[in-house]
């Protein structure tokens, strides 16, 4: 299981990334009507969230530059931002998210079916316990968030 189940988290990962390819800052930053959140908020969402699930659960060090947990964790939006000239450009933001998938081979391909300390609770009320399950749940994270990046893509269509 550990090879499919990391080779899903790459390919996906690759989509995600491949979809953002080359938008403008602006589109980037475009919050539309009645969203709270923008295309760079999703992609340092998705980020964090794996980061935390992947690594902090299994424990082991966590890569989290300075500014991310204040921008990108669950709770935040855009709206309250008051350090934008700091934030992670399009071009680092697709380092950090295309090295994490193949951080987390090399800490953890041989750890999917070890129990956690301490098993987490999801909001949506799944109880997390071993290391696989906190990635294959990172997927299915990844996903809700690849579908607002695909509207807000499209919202920020006209954006230069």
Same mark, same amino acid.
């Given at each position: ?5 990391? /080779? ?12 953002? +390819? ?17 295309? +760079? ?12 699930? %992947?690594? /902090?659960? %299994? ?43 193949? +951080?987390?081979?090399?800490?953890? /391909?041989? +750890? ?28 299915? /994270? ?13 919202? %920020?269509?006209?954006?230069?």
């Amino acid at each position: 299981m550990s090879k499919g189940l990391l /080779h899903q988290l790459g390919f996906i990962r690759q989509v995600t990334v491949n979809t953002v +390819r080359g938008l403008s800052e602006a589109a980037l930053d475009h919050v539309p009507d009645g969203f709270n959140n923008n295309i +760079r908020w999703n992609l340092g969402h998705i980020y964090v969230v794996q980061e935390r699930f %992947a690594f /902090h659960f %299994a424990g082991e060090s966590v890569h989290l530059p300075e500014g991310f947990e204040r921008w990108f964790a669950k709770g935040t939006k855009p709206g309250d931002w008051q350090d934008e000239d700091q934030l992670p450009e399009l071009e680092d933001l697709l380092e950090l998210l295309a090295g994490q998938p193949i +951080r987390i081979a090399e800490k953890l /391909h041989d +750890r999917i079916d070890e129990q956690v300390a301490v098993p987490f609770t999801t909001g949506t009320g799944l109880t997390l316990h071993t290391v696989g399950e906190f990635l294959s749940y990172t997927l299915y /994270h990844e996903g809700i968030h690849f579908n607002s990046i695909s509207l807000l893509k499209r919202f %920020a269509a006209n954006k230069p």
